[in-house]
């Protein structure tokens, strides 16, 4: 299995994927929601809470199954998904993120992966994700790569959106 890389140089290696994809008009940052899929309540209570003190709008989501019905049911109303890979019960975060790739309108939305384990650099291709950060990672990298993708609704967070 591969070493697992520290967390700055995922953002850099991130950075560097994702700078000519987020130049063009699909990958332009829009209005809406971050759909956030996390299974553990105080991790994903955390990060939306943050998200939002930074003016984003952000749908939680406890498992894949509520999160994909989540997506699928308001696809154009979700700018983003941050989708923790390893989810407990039914769907885990790769079967979520392979379910969506299958449908164009879903795979059309952009998905940053979190985990907290090694991930091959194959199984990362084969997931298509626009970026990738390892549990445990600074909040202002999260928000940077979020920022690519979401317009944060102005005079709605308490932290002033730049």
């Known amino acids: 299995m591969e070493q697992a890389t520290n967390v700055s140089s995922l953002a850099k ?3 560097d994927d994702v700078s000519d994809e987020a130049d063009s008009p ?3 940052p829009r209005r809406g929601e971050i759909l956030l899929i996390e299974d553990r309540t105080e991790v994903r209570t955390g990060i939306a809470q943050l998200l939002e003190l930074h003016g984003f709008m952000v749908t ?3 498992d894949a199954d509520h ?5 699928a049911e308001k696809p154009t109303a979700v700018a983003l998904v941050v989708l923790d890979l390893m989810l407990g019960e039914s769907m885990s975060g790769i079967d979520f993120r392979l379910r969506q790739l299958i449908d164009p309108h ?15 650099t194959a199984d990362r291709a084969s997931l298509h994700a626009e970026g990738w950060l390892e549990k445990p990672f600074r909040f202002d990298t999260l928000l940077e790569i979020v ?11 308490l932290i002033g959106a730049d």
């Open 13 to 15: 290696l991130t950075r």
């Open 147 to 157: 920022r690519r993708y979401v317009i944060a609704e102005r005079g709605s967070g």
């Open 26 to 28: 699909l990958f332009a």
């Open 106 to 120: 879903l795979a059309a939305v952009p998905t940053i992966v979190i985990t907290a384990t090694d991930v091959t």
């Open 67 to 71: 999160g994909m019905r989540e997506l």
């Open 60 to 62: 939680e989501a406890a």
